[in-house]
C-alpha cells in the first residue's frame, strides 16, 4: 500500500480556484454565455429557416460540383431526407448550429495557435502536452467546471466539444508548416521574402491541405460530443440519444443515432470533396 | 562609393557547422589552431573577387563546402568570419532590410533543387521576386512574360511546375532568376539533377543568354566539363578551401596536388569516353595539346 503519510490532494485547491473564478468573474462569464447563446441561436433560426427541401437540393447540387458521380450525388440527399423522414429535422438542425459554433471557434484559435507551433520550437514543446490532455481528459472532468461557469444548456456545450476538437486542426496545421519544403523556403528567402510573406506566399498555402483534413478532423470530432453535451442539456440529437437510452428504447436510440451519423457523413464527404478539389490542379 | 573595380568581392571568409553545446572561438582558428572537435569547418579563409561579366565556376566534391560557401554570399547561411562586398557595399554587416532589399534587387540564386512554388503557375513563379518586391500586377506579368520569353518558355506560362521536365523547371528557375535584373547570379550546380543530354542543351542555353546579358555568374559544379565550358575562371575546392584558383587551362595543365589531379583525371576519362572532349576543346581551344600529350601517361597511371 501506498503509504498514508504522503497523502496530498489538489482537488480542494482546484475546487475553490473555480470557485474564486466564478466569484470574481461572474459577469465575465455570464457576458459570454450570452453573446455565445445569442449566436447559436441566430444560427439555428438560419437553419431552421432554409425549407428543408431547399437543404436538401443544396447539398445534391454541392455533391454533383464536388463527385460528378450519380450515387455520390444522390446519397447525400436521401440521408438528410431519412432524418427529417424519423421527425428529427429541427432537432439535428439544433445539433448543426452547436457544432458549426464550436468548430468555427476551434478554428479562430487552433490554426493560429498551430501556426504559432509550426514556426516555433519553444511554441511547440509548450502545446504538446497540453494538446495531450485535451485530447486524453475525459470530457465529464471538464464538464463540470464548464456547467460551473457558463450554467446549463449549449454553452458549457460548445465549450466542451471546443477543448474535445481544438487538438486535430492544431496538430495538423503545425505539421502542415513544418512539412513545407525546405529548399522552396530557401528560394523565397533568397529572392528576398521577409518571415511574414514566407509564411503568406509560401508556408501557409503549401500546408493548406494538412490544415483542410485538420479541419475535416475537427468537425468530425466536434459531432462526436453531442451526446456528452446533451448531458448538460445542450439538446439536440444527443438529447434523443439519452432519452432512448433512459427508456431503454432501441428504435428511438437507434433512429437519433443514424441522424448523427448522417450528419457526419455529409459534413465529412462534402469537406473532404473541397479538400479534394482544392489539391486537384496543384499536386 | 564605387571605388573598387570588382563586382563581388570575398575576402577571408569561414563558416564553422558546430554541434550541439559547442561553442566557436573564431580567434583559435584564425590563429591556425587545429580544428575542435566536433566542429567542422564547411568554409576555410576562402577569398576571391570577380569581376563585372565574369563566370567564376566553384568545382569540388560533394561534401567540399562548395554549397555552403555560395550561400554565405547571400547570407542564406550565416558566415562566421570575413566579409562579402558586392559593389562595394558590404553584406556581411547589413541589417535584415537592408538584406532583403540586397536579397531582392541586387542578385539572385538559381538552385540545384528549382525550389519552385508548387501550388503557383510557371508565371507566377517568374514573376514571384517582383512580388516580394511590390510590384504590381500588370507590370509584374509584363516582365516575366520578357523573362520567359528568354528561356523559351512562353507556351508554359499556365501550368504548374509539376507538370514541366525537369530542364523546363530549371529554365523556369533560370527566368526567376533573370527577372530580378540583378548583375550577380549564384548558380548552385543548377543542371546536376537533369540528364547529359538536357544539361548540355542547359549549358549552350546558359552561355547564350550570358552572351547577351553579360551577367556575373558564381556557378557551383562538380562537373569539370561543366567548368570548362562555362567559366572564365575556376576554383577547385576541397574540405573547405580553394585548393587551386585559376583559368579552366591553368587547372587542368598544372593540377597543384593529387586531389585536383584525380578530378581532372576522372573527369578526363570520362570526357574521353563519352567523345565529349572535343566540345570543350573547341571552347578551351589552348588546353588540346597538353590533354591529349599527358593521354598516354594518365593511361598507364590509371589501370
Known sequence: MFPEQFNFHVAPYIKNFVDWLYLTCGSAFDAFTNSMLTLILNIDAVLLGVPWWVWIILVTLLAWRLTHNVVKTLLPGVLLFTIGMFGLWSIAMETLSLVIVSVFLALLLGIPAGIAMGVSDRVNTVFTPVLDAMQTMPSFVYLIPAMMLFGLGKVPGIVATFIYAVPPVQRLTNLGIRQVSASVQEAAIAFGATPWQLMREVRFPLALPSILAGVNQTTMMALSMVVICAMVAAGGLGEEVLLAVNRIDVGRGFEAGWAIVVLAIIIDRLSQGSVNKWEGPRS | ?303
Not at chain 2, 44 to 59: C, N, W
Not at chain 2, 89 to 100: F, I, N, P, Q, S
Not at chain 2, 126 to 139: C, P, S
Request: glycine share 8%; aromatic share 6%.
Open chain 2, 1 to 303: 562609393m564605387e571605388s573598387s573595380p570588382y563586382l563581388l568581392e570575398v575576402e577571408r571568409l569561414w563558416k564553422v557547422f558546430l554541434e550541439k553545446n559547442s561553442t566557436l572561438h573564431m580567434e583559435d582558428y584564425l590563429s591556425g589552431s587545429d580544428d575542435v572537435k566536433g566542429q567542422v569547418v564547411a568554409v576555410r579563409d576562402v577569398s576571391f573577387k570577380l569581376k563585372q561579366g565574369e563566370v567564376y565556376v566553384i568545382m569540388g566534391l560533394s561534401g567540399s563546402g562548395k554549397s555552403t560557401l555560395i550561400r554565405c554570399l547571400l547570407r542564406l547561411i550565416e558566415p562566421d568570419y570575413g566579409q562579402v562586398r558586392v559593389k562595394g557595399r558590404d553584406v556581411t554587416a547589413m541589417g535584415l532590410k537592408e538584406l532583403t532589399e540586397f536579397r531582392r534587387t541586387q542578385a539572385a540564386m538559381v538552385f540545384q533543387h528549382y525550389g519552385l512554388l508548387p501550388h503557383r503557375t510557371v508565371l507566377e513563379n517568374v514573376a514571384f521576386g517582383l512580388k516580394l518586391q511590390g510590384v504590381k500586377g500588370k507590370e509584374r506579368e509584363k516582365r516575366a512574360l520578357e523573362a520567359l520569353e528568354k528561356v523559351g518558355l512562353l507556351k508554359w506560362t499556365q501550368h504548374y511546375p509539376e507538370h514541366l521536365s525537369g530542364g523546363m523547371q530549371q529554365r523556369v528557375g533560370i527566368a526567376r532568376a533573370l527577372v530580378q535584373n540583378a548583375d550577380l547570379l549564384l548558380l548552385d550546380e543548377p543542371f546536376s539533377g537533369l540528364d547529359p543530354l538536357i544539361r548540355r542543351e542547359m549549358q549552350d542555353e546558359l552561355l547564350r543568354l550570358q552572351a547577351d546579358l553579360q551577367k556575373t555568374m558564381v556557378f557551383v559544379t562538380h562537373d569539370l566539363n561543366e567548368a570548362l565550358r562555362l567559366g572564365d575562371r575556376m576554383a577547385v575546392m576541397n574540405r573547405g578551401i580553394f585548393v587551386q584558383e585559376g583559368t579552366p587551362r591553368d587547372i587542368v595543365m598544372n593540377p597543384v596536388d593529387e586531389y585536383v589531379q584525380r578530378f581532372v583525371h576522372d573527369e578526363r576519362q570520362v570526357a574521353l569516353l563519352t567523345g565529349e572532349m572535343a566540345e570543350a576543346r573547341s571552347k578551351v581551344s589552348n588546353v588540346t595539346p597538353l590533354i591529349s600529350g599527358k593521354k598516354g601517361k594518365i593511361a598507364a597511371g590509371g589501370e
